[in-house]
């Protein structure tokens, strides 16, 4: 047990002396057990064991025990078979919460309560049975935690399990519980339960009270929980959603299909839009589905989000939407972080992972000349939703555009999935509406998840909507991987590498954002030439976008090892955010592979002279 842990059970309620002696027994043992589990885990993180206990899913071993069921007449406890864990961002009372980083909780004091959501389900015999691993403050989207390693993915354990709230999704994945809890702020459950194959509901915003867990952005985050069983998902539902959001509705429901999202997809229909489609027609209730270009609905009707927009053809607007909406989520993510929590980094200085400090970075030297205009597009994206799909639509589409890195590997996520991820993710996450995520079998050994979004408020409407068709999904989703797969298409590249020249022409004109939509395309058509990424990180450092081009070239070295173009523009990305050393390493593996390039010679000279 955590030494700042005070005696007796948490959070839990007290009880007559012989129970008190008993849950003071299981403390101790608790100490043992929590020990043995912390030294495993250490072996673990030093290479000496071949698999963490758990899975690597929790942070800290604990149990509250519900109280006792309370005689006749009393209402039945509705959870009183389950248990559940939350993640590492919750209050427990007697506990420091530790936001996924060791100088958190070492700069924190005990909690005085227990979270809200938790008490609630305690209330109702839940068990819960631990806090588990989470990405660093509540920011990244892998799952790899610098401190406390990275929880394996049950479902796949090659790949990482997806953040922030990672163990969670790895606990439920594993069987290890029934159901449990995290935050979700931008995609931070969403994405997990996508990667481990698991049930997810992220709530209305504001529904669910967040008292008693860490705010990373109060604006984005929800609490929302995962699940195996679509009836358990909707048990803990029942308990958590006041009783008047999203009664009864009359009416018939209707499917409105992202028609654009699924393009970004690359995955066959029949494994997707077919499978949802064939699941409704034998449903009674459903109107025919709808498809909708929702990048396009989204620029005709949030008339606020054209400021944040890039320059973009007719052809390119309702995806330049998307990565404007995926903008102001992460700008307010980032003002509200660091309202939250400037003076605690500044003070304190905690080690982070590279991931996690460059987001912090982001945040803390964030500057707050636009505010209002990014509440205006949340307050009129979350209406034109509620016009939209008014109180008995559903909006479908994929919880992610890209699929999870292999666990250890050195890539980065690239500019290019990170826009398609939370693009996704930000429909929901900047609306407020609540929204469903659902695993669909896979496509070449990778995870395949549909989410469904409700209206703001409409979350027990789309909870049973879940329950209902359920079943009939996965009846479906058997039936598609009996099917003969599509017949392979291969890219035209002829038509790849002219949109590679038209980005080359735009870039001469000096038309930086225009070239990159080009290489873009290019990649959408050909993702195996590193000269596109090469090129389109040229553009980004004309827009000094370093991040994005530092991604580009690391993807153009693992296809190109040999590409010396590559790392002379990551050197140079390196160099402008003032990381010498490794922009000199760059510099020198160009000029290992051609000695007398001039540029190369002339940054090495450069740096070697800033260094000494």
Request: with cysteine.
């Amino acid at each position: 047990m955590d030494s700042s842990a005070r005696s007796g059970a948490g959070g839990a309620a007290a009880y007559s002396t012989p129970r008190a002696w008993i849950v003071a027994g299981v403390a101790v043992a608790g100490v043992i057990v929590l020990a043995e589990a912390a030294r495993r885990r250490r072996r673990w993180l030093r290479g000496k064991s071949a698999a963490p206990p758990d899975s690597g899913a929790f942070c800290d071993s604990l149990v509250l025990s519900p109280p006792p069921q309370a005689p006749p007449p009393a209402a039945r406890q509705q959870l009183s078979d389950l248990t559940f864990a939350v993640s590492d961002n919750f209050e427990i009372e007697g506990y420091v919460a530790g936001f996924g980083n060791p100088d958190w909780k070492r700069t924190h004091a005990a909690a005085s309560r227990t979270a809200v959501a938790v008490t609630n389900l305690l209330k109702q015999g839940a068990t819960c049975v631990g806090r588990t691993v989470m990405d660093e403050l509540g920011f990244g989207v892998t799952g790899q935690n610098l401190h406390y390693g990275t929880p394996i993915n049950p479902s796949s354990p090659s790949v990482v399990p997806g953040g922030s709230c990672s163990g969670s999704a790895v606990a439920v994945s594993a069987q290890l519980v029934d159901f449990a809890l995290g935050t979700d702020t931008t995609g931070d459950l969403r994405i997990p339960a996508s990667f481990c194959r698991v049930l997810c509901f992220r709530p209305s915003h504001g529904v669910v009270s967040t008292v008693g867990t860490l705010a990373n952005s109060q604006s984005l985050d929800t609490i929302g929980w995962l699940a195996r069983d679509p009836r358990i998902l909707h048990r803990v539902g029942d308990i958590l959603l006041p009783a008047a959001v999203g009664g009864f509705i009359k009416g018939k429901s209707q499917l409105i299909f992202a028609d654009d999202c699924f393009e970004s997809l690359k995955v066959p229909s029949q494994k997707t839009v077919h499978v949802i489609e064939s699941a409704v027609l034998t449903l009674p209730g459903y109107q025919p589905p709808k498809h909708i270009n929702i990048g396009q609905y989204i620029i005709s009707n949030v008339p606020s989000l054209k400021e944040f927009c890039e320059p973009s053809t007719n052809m390119q607007e309702g995806n330049s939407a998307l990565k404007a909406l995926c903008t102001v989520m992460l700008l307010l993510q980032r003002y509200e972080f660091k309202a939250n929590h400037e003076d605690w980094v500044n003070t304190v200085k905690p080690k982070l992972g590279l991931e996690i400090t460059t987001r912090v970075l982001q945040a803390v030297n964030f500057r707050d000349d636009n505010i209002k205009s990014l509440y205006n597009v949340r307050s009129e994206w979350r209406s034109a939703l509620k016009n939209l799909l008014k109180d008995t639509g559903i909006l479908v589409l994929p919880t992610m555009a890209g699929y999870p890195l292999k666990r250890n590997s050195k890539q980065r996520l690239s500019s290019e999935f990170e826009d398609k991820m939370y693009a996704f993710v930000s429909i929901a996450a900047l609306s407020g509406c609540c929204q469903a995520t659902v695993p669909l079998g896979n496509h070449n050994d990778r995870p395949i998840s549909l989410s469904f979004v409700a209206a703001h408020g409409s979350d027990k409407f789309l909870l049973r909507a879940i329950s209902d068709m359920y079943s009939t999904i996965q009846e479906q989703v058997v039936s598609a991987s009996k099917l003969a797969p599509p017949p392979v298409i291969n890219h035209d590249v002829d038509a790849s590498e002219l949109l590679k020249e038209k980005g080359n022409d735009s870039f001469k004109r000096k038309q930086w954002s225009k070239a990159i939509e080009f290489y873009s395309e290019a990649i959408e058509l050909n993702g195996t030439n590193a000269t596109y990424y090469c090129n389109r990180a040229a553009a980004y450092l004309e827009l000094g976008r370093f991040k994005q081009a530092e991604a580009d070239c690391d993807q153009a070295l693992l296809l190109d090892k040999k590409n010396v173009k590559a790392y002379l523009r990551r050197g140079a990305a390196k160099e402008r955010v003032l990381n010498h050393q490794e922009a000199l390493q760059d510099f020198r593996h160009a000029l290992a592979l051609e000695p007398q390039n001039k540029a190369a010679l002339a940054a090495e000279r450069r740096i070697q002279k800033h260094l000494r």
